[in-house]
């Protein structure tokens, strides 16, 4: 039982964890919240689509389901589309004895009982794109972007993998995701069991400024490297220089930016995927980032 993350919260749960994040238009405030309670939470519900190029009907729904119809599509990519936030109708009713043993984190679940409790206002609801005829695969990096996802969410909440059910397990009504959950579960107590890799937020465009000095801007540098992407005769170092610059434009055009959207500059959609390491603790203010002990301000 617990209150709902905020948006960007769960945003930077997610981006923590390693989850390659899409957002669509206004999702932090796209919800069903007007028609029922959002809150408090007690797991993550996952589901399958049953078709394709699912994004717009997650985020629109349809006339008789309005959208969102969760707050996160999962694409055969391993990209989570964040398309709303809050109460979304992905759930629809349920059983008791299954909420309750989620709340309990036991296991194994009861089967299903009658649908008797709002489903919609109790779990994160996630819809994975997959036709769901036993048919379709579930591509690798799709599944690890369930696992991560559902990680992140039980980790923010100091839950266990028990926390994460089908929609199949819900409901008798319902026979989604075609997947074993048992195995899903097995994948993210693991995930559990180890610290995630925190990754540093962007700090916004105009922090890249020539000049500056920060022990981020080395490990951009090096995350460049790494990538490929390094264009620098000597270093990186922890001044924002034209290599810095040169060397994520290569990074941006390997990405597809072409003209000014690849002028070296980061942005928050690069910035994410590069994925730079948290390697001088969360706790550092900017003040701490730009102007290290030590240092001349």
């Known amino acids: 039982m617990a209150t709902p993350l905020t948006a960007d919260a769960l945003a930077r749960a997610l981006r923590d964890e390693g989850v390659d994040l899409s957002e669509s238009g206004n999702w932090r405030t796209h919800n069903r919240n007007s028609r ?32 969102p119809l969760c707050i996160g599509l999962i694409t055969k990519d391993g990209t989570v589309h964040l398309v709303g936030y809050g109460r979304t109708n992905h759930a629809g009713s349920g059983s008791t004895a299954v909420l309750e043993a989620v709340r309990a984190e036991q296991a194994p679940l009861p089967a299903p ?13 996630f819809e994975i794109e997959n036709l769901g005829n036993g048919r379709d695969p579930y591509p690798a990096a799709q599944l690890s972007a369930v696992e991560r996802l559902s990680a992140a969410i039980c980790r923010a909440h100091d839950w266990s993998a028990s926390s994460v059910i089908a929609h199949k397990e819900w409901t008798r009504r319902k026979i989604d995701p075609s997947f074993s959950m048992s195995g899903m579960r097995q994948r993210v107590a693991a995930r559990l069991g180890s610290r995630p890799v925190s990754y540093e937020p962007f700090p916004g465009a105009a922090f890249f400024a020539l000049g500056r000095r920060s022990p981020l801007i080395t490990a951009v540098g090096e995350r460049l490297v790494a990538e490929g992407c390094g264009r620098y005769s000597t270093g990186p170092g922890p001044v924002w220089t034209q290599a810095d610059v040169l060397s994520y434009a290569a990074w941006q055009r390997g990405l597809g930016y072409v003209g000014k959207d690849a002028d070296g500059t980061p942005g928050r959609t690069s910035w994410d995927k590069l994925r730079v390491p948290r390697t001088w603790g969360a706790g550092r203010t900017r003040e701490a980032l730009e102007h290290p002990k030590g240092a001349r301000r």
């Open 113 to 125: 009982g009658p649908d008797a409790v709002d489903g919609n206002a109790r779990f994160y609801g």
């Open 36 to 67: 029922g309670a959002w809150g408090p939470v007690h797991g993550v519900m996952l589901h399958h689509t049953a078709g394709t190029d699912s994004l717009r009907l997650c985020r629109e729904g349809t006339a008789d389901l309005p959208g």
